[in-house]
Each structure stands twice: as C-alpha cells, then as structure tokens.
C-alpha cells in the first residue's frame, strides 16, 4: 500500500543527503554547457534507474569493496577536471555550443556521468535501507526519485543561473579544482 508518510520521509533524508553531493556540481557544469531540459532527461533516468537498483537489491550495494568504489570515483573526478581543463575554447567567457549538442548525445553524456558516479554512493544504500525498512519499495522508491530529481534540476538551473553573473572561465576552473579535490579525497579514502 502507499504511504505519503514513508514517501516524505524518503524525499526529505535523500534531498537532504544528495543536495551537498557531487551531483550537484555535476549538473551544474553539464548545464552550464548543454540545453538544461536535454541534461535532465538524462540525469533523471540515471537516478531512476539507481532508485530501481537500489530498491531491487536492497543492501547487496554496501556488500562492494568500499575501496574499489572510491578508487573508481576518484580516478572519474580526475579524468573530469581534465577535461574541463583541457576542453576550453578560444572565447572562454562566452558560451560556446558544442558542435553536437543533439538530444541523444547530451542526455546520453548526463546519464552515463551520473550512472557510474553515483554507483554505491550514500544516497543510493539509504534508499536500500529505508526500502528494506519501511517494507514499502514504491512509496520510498517514488520518495527517493523525486528528491534524486529535484536536487539534479536545482543543480542545472543553477548552473545557468550562476553563468549570468560568473564567467565561464572562472566556474571551469572552480568546478576543475572542486573534482580535483574530491579526486584526491576519494583515493586517500581508497587506499587508507
């Protein structure tokens, strides 16, 4: 049966544990760059399509090597701030369109971004465990969705937003620095 109750409970702890996330910067820089609508169809059925396995498989996700989740982190956020680095344009404080900006490509580039960065993330093993729970998988698995998508819209609007008052230049190198961090975070954690 469903519960508006088990759903709200499920939004407010996974909007609140994924709204400091990486998502976050991650949708951001795509919506800087890209039509927002085409990164949210993208971003959006990655997150469903965690919400899913992480309702289906229930805590099987914690059983991963914590290690080996890190060190996969890690090396994506630093193949990330290379290619932002390395992937400016002659005219670095205007936008410039990328030469294939079709749905498929941008959505597909979302999707897949958030697919491999968010496996096994915190977000996810929380939905497991209130799944596991609340012995109710629709009422937390809409719950979890819902606030999963909430905080990718905040994210790519915000990230257009934020262009209209920071050059681009500046967010790239911000945004750069902030995945190498959290690159260097995530295999300090991997190997520690």
Do not use: C
């Not at 409970?9 to 544990?17: D, E, T």
């Not at 982190?73 to 410039?96: P, T």
């Not at 819209?153 to 967010?171: A, E, F, S």
């Amino acid at each position: 049966m469903f519960s508006f109750t088990v759903m709200a409970i499920a939004f407010g702890v996974v909007f609140l544990a994924e709204l400091p996330d990486k998502t976050a910067l991650a949708g951001l820089m795509l919506g800087t760059r890209y039509r927002a609508s085409y990164v949210f169809v993208g971003v959006a059925a990655a997150f469903a399509v965690h919400v899913v396995l992480a309702i289906a498989a229930g805590s099987v996700l914690t059983l991963l090597p914590h290690r080996l989740v890190q060190a996969v982190v890690g090396v994506l956020f630093l193949g990330g701030a290379a290619m932002l680095l390395l992937k400016r344009s002659e005219g670095e404080d205007e936008v410039k369109a990328p030469a294939d900006q079709s749905f498929w490509k941008v959505s597909g580039a979302g999707f897949m971004l958030i697919l491999v960065a968010e496996f096994g993330d915190l977000t996810q093993i929380m939905t497991a465990n209130l799944a596991a729970r609340y012995d109710d998988p629709l009422s937390v698995g809409l719950g979890a969705v819902l606030a999963l998508w909430a905080v990718a819209g905040i994210g790519i609007l915000g990230g257009r937003t934020l262009m209209k008052y920071v050059p681009l230049n500046l967010i790239t190198k911000i945004a750069a620095a902030v995945m190498a961090a959290l690159a260097v975070f995530s295999l300090y954690e991997a190997v520690a």
